[in-house]
């Protein structure tokens, strides 16, 4: 069990413990579930969050803050959010404050600049991380990590600056001399990573495609690093009694594939299954509910038998005339999108589903994302590299994803070719600038504003990264005035480079030339951090919101139950409280049956969201013309279409071949016990040693393919009648459980 990983191994020696994953999946509430658990078990326990977005606050409901602060109500339990302006003050003081007596203010000075970096967050933020790994006073330690990307280049820097301080020369993080003290420090705590018996990785993830392919990824980033993973967290898994409709059954069906996925992929891992709640998780009462369901196994019983339990629709009135005119409309200039918002809320999803709606409205249209943890690549079905490619089967759409590594070598040949007529010593410097765990973030930015150079788009979308770190990526132009040279450039070099800087800033506060649209949840915590993010922008960079998109909306006609009313009076509130708090034109996108991926999702996602004739919610009572004729005519081109005839062949097969046909009645059956929520020891060994054989069987798979095809003939005719009788049909069928 959980439980046993998290306890320290012996009395006296600290375990650390790291929460990752894409964001928005949980981490913060199972973290503090373990904090919870850990200090009612008599551990003194530190729970940390180095998340630019921080979020603890609002889960134990009192401030926090930059410093260690007792959790009320519970018993050895302190925890803190480190504060990136606070802890890199403070860094640079522990820099300056030795050399006030040794240097003049124009020496002074000169520090002062090189300390003002874009690196110096990060290394504050480690430095903070290192102080309570090396805390004596703490049993366990927690660190509530940030999301998935920016983890792991958190985690890189200890390396980079080791190879940077052994060269004892002037670095974007300080000079070398004074950081010589903490290289022991930095080394000592990247071995504590490395080692099992001090320190545990737990990921969290939703049982979905894409936090199952990011969480694949982010796992062999830490494994070249040396850190090894040692258990997930599979976070809302639908409860099989709630999913008492055709459209959440489909939806908890996904679930089960994704999840025999999981346990495929990750058979050596530890795994814990964690049910969707009817609420949010606030308050110390509900994350001890969360703590005994992992690591004691007790779960409460929620209310969710059948009923046809109303609650008001949710105000989902789109504002389509202010949003399609935001989006495109820049008097013949190129017009920017930047999508923002707190990480796994559906972000590029929407980016995606702007863009192609774009192109295929005419525009010339580019996506980039600027994150480190992109994955557009899912989504449009092909690859997304660091050149700009045309995006197959589509007119006018185009799209590119920064690497970050390939952005630094870029930029290396930029700045070298710059200086390349100067003196030996200074291109001597430069070149070990361009070394500094600095160099990677401004080659970044220097890539990202390189697009606003690209001509021939009547639009570029950016799929920008996580709420946090994109204030943090805006605010590097006013910071970077010591820093654009590298220390080594002319003053007419970087006054030209500063230039360039102020006028892309400059753009992207234009708002006949750029839209800035926050994506979010119904929740409390997406709502408050994407307001916070949005104040911060204009505050401290100059930048309004124009658009809110709210995501992931119940549909009305689907979940009439006790549990889902309750989730769905819970988001009329928050629908309620956004258009209170940002007063700019809403967008409100409905839940899907399933993820949103290829063009063909992405098409019916733009025309639910961007078309006015459409509804937000799909009412089954809609007036259709020969509703009777419509199904006849429906029917006869099903029983015709050759992937009917082709499911009959291999359903007879299947039925004709008594041990695949017994194989998949016991997967059937496992499956079907997961779906009611009995996650009873040795079923998931069950269901994955089945699942190997069944995907083995060709009479099997070929019956999987056939029921496939005939389900994506039935899910993409786009007549409303033909839809309906399309799903109920693949309900009807079994859907895609086993395929």
């Given at each position: 069990?959980?439980?046993?990983?998290?306890?320290?191994?012996?009395?006296?020696?600290?375990?650390?413990?790291?929460?990752?994953?894409?964001?928005?999946?949980?981490?913060?509430?199972?973290?503090?579930?373990?904090?919870?658990?850990?200090?009612?078990?008599?551990?003194?326990?530190?729970?940390?969050?180095?998340?630019?977005?921080?979020?603890?606050?609002?889960?134990?409901?009192?401030?926090?803050?930059?410093?260690?602060?007792?959790?009320?109500?519970?018993?050895?339990?302190?925890?803190?959010?480190?504060?990136?302006?606070?802890?890199?003050?403070?860094?640079?003081?522990?820099i300056i404050g030795p050399m006030r007596q040794l240097l003049d203010e124009k020496g002074l000075q000169m520090v002062r600049e090189q300390l003002d970096s874009p690196c110096v967050e990060e290394v504050a933020a480690f430095d903070k991380f290192i102080e309570f790994m090396n805390d004596p006073k703490y049993d366990v330690v927690i660190f509530d990590t940030a999301p998935t990307g920016h983890t792991i280049r958190l985690l890189e820097l200890p390396s980079g600056w080791s190879e940077t301080l052994q060269k004892n020369t002037s670095t974007c993080i300080g000079p070398g001399a004074s950081l010589q003290s903490s290289k022991v420090r930095y080394e000592r705590a990247l071995a504590s990573l490395q080692d099992p018996d001090k320190t545990l990785f737990v990921f969290v993830l939703k049982p979905e495609a894409l936090s199952f392919y990011e969480t694949k990824r982010s796992i062999g980033e830490l494994y070249k690093l040396g850190i090894g993973t040692h258990s997930l967290i599979v976070n809302g898994v639908l409860p099989g009694e709630a999913c008492t409709d055709e459209f959440f059954a489909r939806k908890r069906e996904a679930q089960e594939t994704c999840i025999a996925e999981i346990e495929k992929e990750f058979r050596d891992l530890k795994k814990n299954y964690y049910p969707l709640r009817d609420s949010e998780?606030?308050?110390?009462?509900?994350?001890?509910?969360?703590?005994?369901?992992?690591?004691?196994?007790?779960?409460?019983?929620?209310?969710?038998?059948?009923?046809?339990?109303h609650s008001e629709p949710v105000p989902k009135r789109n504002d389509y005339a202010d949003f399609n005119r935001l989006l495109a409309d820049s008097k013949g200039d190129t017009h920017y999108i930047f999508f923002t918002g707190k990480g796994g809320v559906g972000k590029s999803t929407i980016a995606s589903t702007t863009a192609l709606h774009l192109a295929e409205k005419g525009y010339k249209t580019l996506i980039v994302t600027t994150d480190p943890a992109s994955h557009l690549q899912e989504i449009f079905g092909q690859p997304v590299g660091h050149e700009i490619t045309e995006i197959q089967q589509v007119n006018n759409l185009y799209a590119a994803r920064i690497d970050q590594r390939k952005a630094l070598e870029e930029y290396k040949v930029r700045i070298l070719d710059a200086v390349k007529d100067f003196a030996d010593d200074t291109k001597k410097s430069v070149l070990e600038d361009l070394n500094s765990p600095c160099a990677e973030e401004m080659s970044s930015f220097e890539k990202f504003i390189s697009y606003f150079d690209e001509t021939g788009f009547d639009v570029i979308v950016f799929d920008t990264a996580p709420?946090?770190?994109?204030?943090?990526?805006?605010?590097?132009?006013?910071?970077?005035?010591?820093?654009?040279?590298?220390?080594?450039?002319?003053?007419?070099?970087?006054?030209?480079?500063?230039?360039?800087?102020?006028?892309?800033?400059?753009?992207?506060r234009d708002r006949e030339r750029?839209?800035?649209?926050?994506?979010?949840?119904?929740?409390?915590?997406?709502?408050?951090?994407?307001?916070?993010?949005?104040?911060?922008?204009?505050?401290?960079?100059?930048?309004?919101?124009?658009?809110?998109?709210?995501?992931?909306?119940?549909?009305?006609?689907?979940?009439?139950?006790?549990?889902?009313?309750?989730?769905?009076?819970?988001?009329?509130?928050?629908?309620?409280?956004?258009?209170?708090?940002?007063?700019?034109?809403?967008?409100?996108?409905?839940?899907?049956?399933?993820?949103?991926?290829?063009?063909?999702?992405?098409?019916?996602?733009?025309?639910?969201?961007?078309?006015?004739?459409?509804?937000?919610?799909?009412?089954?009572?809609?007036?259709?013309?020969?509703?009777?004729?419509?199904?006849?005519?429906?029917?006869?081109?099903?029983?015709?279409?050759?992937?009917?005839?082709?499911?009959?062949?291999?359903?007879?097969?299947?039925?004709?071949?008594?041990?695949?046909?017994?194989?998949?009645?016991?997967?059937?059956?496992?499956?079907?016990?997961?779906?009611?929520?009995?996650?009873?020891?040795?079923?998931?060994?069950?269901?994955?040693?089945?699942?190997?054989?069944?995907?083995?069987?060709?009479?099997?798979?070929?019956?999987?393919?056939?029921?496939?095809?005939?389900?994506?003939?039935?899910?993409?005719?786009?007549?409303?009648?033909?839809?309906?009788?399309?799903?109920?049909?693949?309900?009807?069928?079994?859907?895609?459980?086993?395929?």
């Open positions: 069990m959980l439980s046993e990983l998290v306890v320290p191994k012996k009395r006296g020696e600290p375990r650390f413990i790291f929460f990752s994953g894409k964001g928005g999946v949980g981490k913060s509430t199972m973290s503090c579930a373990t904090a919870i658990w850990l200090a009612e078990k008599g551990y003194n326990t530190l729970l940390v969050t180095t998340d630019p977005a921080p979020n603890l606050s609002n889960i134990f409901g009192q401030e926090i803050g930059a410093k260690v602060t007792s959790i009320s109500g519970v018993t050895n339990l302190s925890s803190i959010e480190i504060d990136p302006d606070v802890a890199s003050e403070e860094y640079r003081e522990g998780v606030l308050g110390i009462p509900r994350l001890e509910s969360i703590a005994k369901l992992l690591f004691e196994g007790i779960s409460e019983d929620n209310n969710v038998e059948a009923d046809q339990f709420t946090g770190h994109t204030i943090r990526l805006l605010e590097l132009p006013s910071d970077w005035k010591g820093f654009i040279d590298l220390g080594s450039l002319t003053k007419s070099t970087s006054e030209g480079a500063h230039n360039k800087y102020a006028k892309v800033i400059e753009t992207m750029s839209t800035f649209v926050f994506v979010m949840y119904p929740e409390y915590t997406p709502m408050v951090e994407a307001w916070r993010a949005s104040e911060d922008l204009k505050k401290q960079v100059g930048i309004e919101t124009a658009l809110v998109v709210v995501n992931n909306l119940l549909p009305e006609q689907y979940g009439r139950n006790p549990f889902f009313a309750s989730r769905r009076a819970q988001q009329e509130r928050y629908v309620a409280a956004i258009r209170d708090r940002f007063k700019v034109p809403l967008m409100a996108v409905p839940l899907y049956e399933t993820e949103p991926r290829g063009l063909t999702d992405l098409r019916r996602l733009g025309d639910r969201i961007f078309s006015e004739e459409t509804n937000v919610e799909e009412s089954e009572d809609e007036e259709m013309s020969d509703p009777v004729e419509k199904a006849k005519e429906f029917a006869k081109s099903v029983v015709e279409s050759d992937e009917y005839r082709r499911f009959l062949e291999s359903n007879k097969a299947l039925q004709e071949n008594a041990s695949s046909k017994r194989l998949l009645a016991q997967y059937q059956s496992r499956q079907r016990r997961l779906k009611l929520g009995r996650f009873e020891p040795g079923l998931m060994d069950e269901l994955k040693d089945l699942y190997d054989k069944v995907v083995v069987d060709e009479t099997i798979q070929s019956f999987n393919k056939s029921r496939a095809e005939l389900t994506e003939l039935l899910v993409e005719t786009d007549d409303l009648i033909s839809s309906k009788i399309g799903r109920r049909f693949a309900f009807t069928t079994g859907g895609s459980c086993c395929g």
